[in-house]
């Protein structure tokens, strides 16, 4: 599971399944999934965090 922290201060929480691809440019992060409808979308994200199995999700 993937622990993503939005540009907006909102929290993201992803399977791994879903994410494609995570770039970074010299002032930002952009993160690549896909919905539940299967589109590919974008966010623009300042942090994020890989998160182990088991870990509580809060």
């Not at 994410?19 to 966010?43: C, H, N, P, W, Y």
């Amino acid at each position: 599971m993937l622990k993503c922290t939005l540009n907006n201060g909102n929290t993201l929480f992803l399977n791994m399944e879903r994410v494609i691809q995570i770039t970074k440019s010299e002032d930002m992060l952009a993160m690549f999934f896909t919905d539940q409808e299967g589109e590919v979308q974008r966010r623009q994200i300042s942090e994020f965090e890989i998160l182990q199995p088991g870990t509580p999700v809060s």
